[in-house]
């Protein structure tokens, strides 16, 4: 899609909640949503205030910064995506972060984040992380090693080499025929 094909989208019916140590990272994020139509944006100083909030009420997107303290960002990831709601679980985060190594950026995306997005925030990146969540959502993959939105970015429909998922293959965990079809959102996945 060019970015003269883009549509605007509406955030208008979904509850954000941005969870920043920083007063000033806060009211941006909060600006910046509310100029692209959100009008529930929740905050948090910290993930413990963050999970808090995720118990209280309906979340739809979680954004929240790397680097807080008690409970960090990728902390809080983890905790969220043990979480024994599958809706709260299955939350879209976008992973907040200075230090945005290739390095860094792996391990977010291997705690479960599905975006990643680097200090200073460009509003159109903001934008573009957002778009990619609700536009092209990915396969969420709950398997013993990791939970959450599925790595890998390809089209499969285009991809030609092996069929190594057990979902693929047609069988559950266990070998038997599976009994749902593998578009299911809550993927099963080999470790």
């Known amino acids: 899609m060019s970015k003269h094909d ?4 509406d955030l208008s019916s979904l509850t954000i ?14 600006q910046l949503l509310r100029t692209y139509g959100a009008r529930k944006i ?7 205030e963050a999970l ?15 680097d807080m303290r008690p ?37 977010a995306r291997d705690c479960g984040v599905n ?6 925030v460009a509003p159109i990146d903001l934008y573009l992380r957002l778009e990619e969540i609700i536009l092209r959502p990915r396969a969420f993959i709950k398997c013993p090693s990791y939970i959450g939105p599925d790595r890998h970015r390809h089209d499969g429909r285009r991809y030609s080499g092996p069929k190594r998922r057990v979902q693929d293959q047609g069988k559950g965990q266990n070998g038997e025929t599976a009994a749902e079809p593998a578009s299911k959102p809550a993927k099963e996945a080999s470790a």
């Not at 929740?42 to 413990?48: Q, R, T, V």
């Open 71 to 107: 409970i960090d960002g990728i902390e809080t990831v983890r905790i969220l995506r043990r979480h024994p709601v599958a809706e709260k679980q299955m939350m879209p985060v976008i992973m907040v972060s200075a230090h945005s190594t290739p390095r860094n950026v792996r391990y």
């Open 42 to 48: 929740f905050e948090a100083h910290e993930g413990a």
């Open 115 to 120: 975006e990643f997005l680097t200090k200073p």
């Open 6 to 9: 883009r549509h605007l989208l």
């Open 52 to 66: 808090q909030q995720i118990e209280e009420r309906a979340i739809d997107i979680l954004i929240t910064n790397w």
């Open 17 to 30: 909640l941005v969870a920043d140590d920083n007063d000033v990272m806060r009211s941006t994020f909060k």
